[in-house]
Structures are given as structure tokens and as C-alpha cells.
């Protein structure tokens, strides 16, 4: 059996792709750079770590030679960058050039492209529920031009070329087995080791790491090649999404509503104090935008259809979650003393 090519594959979502292939007893080939931790994959069967850049043709070439299927996971998951241009749309468009590239020359047999829901879009409502018929035309973050862009040319070069090429759009993900913190899971992160005085009006669609892994293997196997299948979870507001968090953790849940306007306008003051000094804003005007007072809620029902996808609610996935980063070191020694973990959170992974 020819080993399958998961790229970034020491992220969230590719690790946890290696593990359900692994698991599967298929061999994989773990794509990451050479400065990633491979310990993520390291211990399961049958994966070889092979180290490279999506950004280098040659490198991606070599990694891809010899493999049968390709899941492309790997992208600049970034919110911010002092080079925005290097460090998070580049690596999606450019990236996603490479590997589709490579996977043709490589004659390879899929293409598995794991995009995201921002490129679904967002409403101002929570009672407008998107699905893939839609798409996201104003975007704000930068992360999600990359994806959309990078999106876009995936689909293109696959019919160009005649390679079989299906993608996923993730919902907001959630879920354990991380050895670095993305930047969904340092939402969560930041309430556990800072707390949340407020929230504000806005909502997503809250999934599982193992279960858009699942959904990749899915599309993978069922997946109509030039589809794509949205791979979310219940659609929960930023409230209830905290409420939850909450009591699996034990800490306080936020009890104000911060209007959006002010969001903003701390938003411009955390921005501008962050170019003078050189580092990361805890939020920006452009995440405000994108993000507050709007609702990333998706309608999943067409993987549930044709792929047999499932997800986990959200109660759970924030447990599973909260378990994690505390059992891994994400909380630090006088936030732990806070807390009181609900008795569930033992074994949640």
C-alpha cells in the first residue's frame, strides 16, 4: 500500500489525521518543517516524519514521490504577523500551488484540501444557518484572503490538470492532542489562564478535532472530487460556548455583554500599542469585524448525507478540550490553584 502524504502533519488537525490513519493501519508519510516538534506523531505505527516546506516546490516533490493520497492540512494559521504576507497568506496560496502541483507531476490518486468555513462566510444573524452555496466575499483577516485565495486555486489547478480533488471546511475546532496552541484553542487557552470579564454578541460552529479528522477520511474515501463539504459541529453563541467552558473548568463564566463598537475601539488601541511595541494585539480591528456580532453558523447536513459525518456536542468537545490544557501544562501554576474540574474531565480524551 502506497503511504498517504499528510502535510503539517505536526498541527492540530494533522496529527490527528496521522493518528485515525495509523489507527487504520495505513502507512503515512508525516510532512513538516524542519523546525516543527515531531513528538505530536512521534510513537504511532507506521508514520515516517519527513521533513520539508510546503513553500518549497522541490521539497514538497520530494515528500510527495511514491504516495498514494495526499491530505493537505498544512497553512498559516495565524490571526497576526509582524509579515503578514510571509507568514499567512503566502503559505496557503503559494503552499497550496506546491502540493497540488506535486500531486500531479507525483500522479498521485486524491487530493484531500482542507480549507475552512471562514471561506463559507459569516451572517449577521443567528437565524441565517450557511451552507457550501455560499461564500465568503468580504473578508476581513488576512487568514482567511490566504484561504479563500489558496482555495480557489486548488479547485482550478484539479479540473485544469484532471487531478481528483475534494475539499473540507472545518467549523470553529476544538479537541485535544495539541503540543502547541491554534488559534481557536488559544481562545480557550486565554479564559483558563486570564478569565473573561465579558463577551460578546457572536456565535460559531464548534467541532471536534477528531471528528473533522474523521470527516477527512470520509471526504477522502466518498467525497465527490470539485466539492466541498462543510465539517462542523453544533452552532453555539460566544455565551454559551464560555458558559460551557465554565463549568467544565470550574472558573467563573463571563457575565456582560461588551458592545461592538467598543470592542473596536479597544481593538484600535491594543493595535496601534502592538505596531509600537513589536508584538502580537490580543485582538484586532480586523478579527472585530470579522468576528463580532456575527455568526459563523454552518449547516452540515450535506457530509452527514453523502459522507455519513458525525460530530461530537459541544459540551463535550469543551471538555475535551479543558482536559487537555490542564493535563498538558497549557494552565499556569496560580490559575490551576483556581480551578475546580468537573469530575468528567477525567479520561475526556
Known amino acids: 500500500m502506497k503511504p498517504a502524504l499528510v502535510t503539517g502533519a505536526n498541527g492540530h488537525l494533522g496529527n490527528n489525521v496521522c493518528r485515525l490513519l495509523a489507527l487504520r493501519g495505513e502507512p503515512v508519510r508525516a510532512m513538516m518543517r524542519a523546525s516543527a516538534d515531531a513528538a ?17 516546490a522541490d521539497a514538497t516533490a520530494h515528500a510527495m514521490a511514491g504516495c498514494g493520497r495526499v491530505y493537505h492540512t498544512a497553512a498559516g494559521f495565524l490571526m497576526w504577523s509582524r509579515d503578514p504576507e510571509r507568514d499567512i497568506v503566502r503559505p496557503s496560496v503559494d503552499g497550496t500551488r506546491n502540493v497540488v502541483t506535486a ?16 471561506t463559507i462566510g459569516f451572517s449577521p444573524t443567528p437565524d441565517r444557518v450557511l451552507d457550501e452555496s455560499h461564500r465568503n466575499t468580504e473578508p476581513h483577516v488576512l487568514y482567511f484572503r490566504g484561504k479563500i485565495a489558496a482555495e480557489d486555486e486548488a479547485f482550478a489547478t484539479a479540473a485544469r490538470e484532471g487531478l481528483p480533488l475534494t475539499a473540507i471546511n472545518p467549523g470553529f475546532i476544538l479537541g485535544p492532542r495539541f503540543w502547541k496552541l491554534s488559534e481557536s484553542v488559544r481562545q480557550v487557552a486565554d479564559f483558563l489562564n486570564r478569565g ?18 474523521q470527516g477527512a477520511l470520509l471526504a477522502m474515501e466518498q ?21 460551557l467552558i465554565a463549568e467544565a473548568s470550574g472558573l467563573p463564566a463571563p457575565a456582560r455583554k461588551a458592545p461592538v463598537p467598543v470592542i473596536r475601539a479597544l481593538a484600535t488601541v491594543l493595535e496601534l500599542w502592538g ?12 478579527q472585530v469585524d470579522e468576528f463580532a456580532g456575527t455568526y459563523a453558523y454552518y449547516d452540515w447536513s450535506k457530509a452527514a448525507r453523502e ?23 497549557f494552565v499556569d501554576e496560580r490559575r490551576q490553584r483556581l480551578l475546580a474540574p468537573h469530575p468528567s474531565l477525567k479520561g475526556a480524551y
Do not use: C
Open 275 to 286: 505596531r509600537l511595541t513589536g508584538t502580537r494585539p490580543m485582538i484586532d480591528r480586523s
Open 307 to 329: 459522507l455519513g459525518y458525525t460530530a461530537r456536542p459541544t459540551r463535550e468537545v469543551a471538555r475535551r478540550t479543558v482536559a487537555w490544557l490542564i493535563d498538558h501544562g
Open 223 to 243: 467525497g465527490r472530487s470539485g466539492e466541498r463539504y462543510i465539517v462542523s459541529g453544533e452552532n453555539v453563541t460566544v455565551k454559551q460556548l464560555f458558559d
Open 196 to 213: 473573561m470579564p465579558a463577551y460578546f454578541d457572536g456565535g460559531f460552529g464548534v467541532v471536534d478535532v477528531e471528528d473533522v479528522a
Open 40 to 56: 505530536a506523531v512521534t510513537g504511532l505505527p507506521g508514520v515516517d516524519v519527513v521533513r520539508g516546506d510546503i513553500m518549497d
Open 103 to 118: 500531486a500531479v507531476r507525483a500522479g498521485v490518486e486524491k487530493v484531500l484540501y482542507v480549507s475552512t468555513s471562514g
